[in-house]
């Protein structure tokens, strides 16, 4: 059938290359810097953190990365406060100065504080809110409930009109007269 070469590749593809290899554990720190870093610009904040406490040299390549935060940086939805900080780090760059080291890191971390407090408190209005609207209701729903002691003659809360009268019209006659 086959040939002795494909034989022996066959052979060593299924037994000795596992044999080989099977020592060879695959390292992050192996992977080129380039990549690495293609690798961590498309992680989520928590999972650069998560990648961050993974070893020393993960955690240089993630937190000390300036040009990765400032990347983050000019990611982020665009707030006022955020305009400015940018603003003056590319002004001070204009300038010829540099931003010190971590700083868009900084820049990013009091941005993100900065959402989370909004987001809590939009939080806290709608519950209130709400809150306030349950109470109005369930105040409405009282008001309109008539109290026990403003039954009318005809039991129902309700004085004047068809339902004080007894059947065939008029008012019951005291004592039992038949009225007639």
Do not use: N
Request: charged share 20%; with cysteine; glycine share 14%.
């Amino acid at each position: 059938g086959m040939a002795a070469a494909s034989v022996q590749a066959k052979v060593d593809y299924l037994v000795v290359y596992p044999l080989l290899y099977s020592q060879c554990a695959a390292a992050l720190s192996s992977i080129p810097p380039e990549v690495f870093f293609g690798l961590v610009t498309g992680l989520a904040l928590p999972g650069m953190a998560a990648l961050g406490a993974a070893s020393k040299s993960c955690a240089r390549a993630v937190f000390e990365d300036d040009v990765l935060w400032w990347g983050i940086l000019t990611a982020l939805p665009q707030s006022d406060r955020l305009c400015a900080e940018i603003a003056a780090a590319t002004g001070s760059q204009h300038q010829g100065q540099q931003l010190a080291a971590g700083r868009c890191r900084q820049l990013v971390k009091a941005e993100v504080q900065r959402c989370r407090a909004d987001a809590e408190e939009r939080r806290r209005r709608r519950e209130e809110e709400w809150r306030m609207r349950e109470e109005m209701q369930r105040r409405m729903m009282q008001q309109q409930r008539p109290s026990r002691g403003a039954m009318g003659l005809g039991g129902r809360g309700i004085i004047g009109g068809s339902h004080d009268l007894f059947p065939g019209g008029g008012m019951p006659m005291p004592f039992g007269g038949g009225g007639g």
